[in-house]
């Protein structure tokens, strides 16, 4: 039988695979204490560190951190500590802002004494000198922070320079660790990835960096540290101090010493590319190299962290139980994922993409932001850039589950590899999903029609009020946005009254938004939802009066486009039955803010207990970004629109969308969404609230779950809207790393609708570059 390829092996790996020493903090203490402990001191404290192949040991004395007790796993021979020993020697004699810990004598003067195990086995023990300063990745710095990426630069670069003049053999051993191997063994390791996008990406990596391979050969070799990573760099006041763990030394690349401290120093960044610029650059100010030398650094870099993610798949596993070795495995693959398409596939994104885009897309297509961003990769809630640079998604309500979640993704693959027709033959999906949305809502909204967007939902939902009343029109609230098809841009006053727009056709009756901060009731209405209730019974009436009838009250639950509005509370229940009495019937626009965004409720409209409309219309969150629509409805309404005329969509309610949105529901399910829009959302609103008291430019802050909007204003009590300015919070937010937008009739709104899978640190990123927004503008 063939063997799996992450079963075969190299002679120098068995070894790696041989139980790591058993030893207890009690056995290490016994140890300590046996061979390097002075008769007359206090008995130690010892803490376990954690270790991939050996054992380590904080010793502590009075209560402070004095060595480090080291019990070697079963690949460090003697020879290869001793020349690890000297190593550390040779660079306490020559680096001189850099720490690094050095051997402490036995009682008897040796640096390498024995010890067994608790299995009996004999170990090589060492003591090392306990260095001051803080690991990396304990330390409150800013990941980003260029000063403190050059510091680990400049400390990569000591080391480089002091060991280019130190030899010893031990350390031209294979290695797994040796970067210039990262080809053969991730070509070897790749089936241990359980995901196959994951392995995919392996394999893009492997054919686009051939040429790199192809040159190492040629590159001078010196031995290296080899692991500047965040636990072994010491930090103190946002400045490398120094440098522990000699376990990995390897003669390798010279090289090799920038691109470790590279790949490790990417992980975390929000913009990997720079912090990588300020690292190298640092590097070479203190260790000029050739360019073939200095242009390896980065595919060198990628080459360490595909290594890492195809060796830690492998390890995991043989060794499922050892923690240690998935320590950076999440922020590997993730860096290697916003590295794909960019440093892999440079041509992917084109520098002339932007003119190209000019020539054939039609130009009332707009941007986001002054400077549009090219958007490669979504993951959660973060998108990349084609510069690899990470942005909190806080504006996208259509990738509701998470961009590119997992099991959507391979919900959608797996039905698209089985079979997508359309609703004219019996499919379990199509029907299981149905069963499965209705049961969502409340009675008597049990019938559901598929389509593919928010507008055709809207459409579908118009036909289906005319059929059911014999008229044609509508009312809709005053900035209000439907959808782009004829019939709805007319329905739509966002757009009938926006620019370019032809004013409000004669069929469309339009009642004043209930507004709580900006709207046009009398100063000291007292109750609100009464007032505006009362304008649509007189707009309703108006039509009658007219002869035109109005068929359908069409109004979205919380309305997005005229400002991430929040209805006085009363208000849609009144608003309902004020239509139903005019002979209307009642449409919720639930394409944006439904589906567990408010939180508290799956739809908006439940915000308003009792309010229960005849016809809701879905769109954008329930497909997490696959074209997916649908309208639900009574038994009478769907009966009353089927008289004779067939109703047909040839994608609505195809298998591989039912298979998509069944995944999304169950997502929302599992991952508890719907609760976590609530806990995040009433953070949010509530740090927002806090905010406002610090900055007279937020006039109103409002919202229901993860559904917000901040209003900006020039002066409080005149209100008069700031628009530009909330353009130029959005955009500051834009190079603070967090994605926002603006809307309302002022477009002085900046609107908060995250993805629901935002946490508490999002919500902390989120308003950390608001107030950064606030601050510029405050200065401008
Ligand atoms: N209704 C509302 C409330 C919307 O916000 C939108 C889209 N912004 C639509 C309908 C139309 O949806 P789509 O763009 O998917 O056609």
Redo the contacts with the bound molecule.
Sequence with gaps: MERPDELTRTADEPLDLAPRPQVDAALAAAIYRSHFASATEATPTVVELPGERDRTFRIDLDGRPAFVLKVAGPVEDRDLLVAQNDAMRHLAARSTDLAVPTPVAARDGRTIVEASDASGVERLVRCLSWLPGTPLAFAATDRDDSDLARSVGVAAGEVSRALADFHATPFARPFQWDVTRAWELVARHRGAVERPDRRALLDRWLIASAPVAAGVGALPRSVVHNDANDHNVLVEDGRVVGLIDFGDMVESVAIAEASVAVAYAMLDARDPLAVAAAVIDGFLSVRPVSTAEREAILPLAVARLALSAALSAYQQRRQPANPYLAISEAPVWEALERLDGVVFDAPRAPSDLLARRRRRLGPSLSFAYADPLTILLGRGAYLYDDHARRYLDGVNNVCHVGHAHPRVVAAGAGQMARLNTNTRYLHPLVVAYAERLTALLPAPLDVCYFVN????A?ELALRLSRAATGRRDVAVLAGA????TSSLVDISPYKFDGPGGAGRPDHVHVAPLPDAYRGVHPIGTTDLAAWYAERLTDVLAEATAQARPVGAFIV?SLP??AGQIVFPEGYLGRAYAAARSAGAIVIA?E??VGFGRVGSEVWGFELDAGAVPDIVTL??PIGNGHPL?AVVTTRAIADAFANGMEYFSTFGGNPVSAAIGLAVLDVMRDEALQANALAMGTLLLERLRDLSASTSRIGDVRGAGLFIGVELVRDRDTRTPAATEATGVVEAAKAAGVLLSTDGPDHNVVKIKPPLVVGEREVERLLAALARGLAKIART
Excluded at 481 to 484: A, E, K, L, P, Q
């Design positions: 967007s928010g507008s055709e809207n946005y439907h959808g782009n979205e997005g486009a626009d394409v944006q769109g954008k629509g």
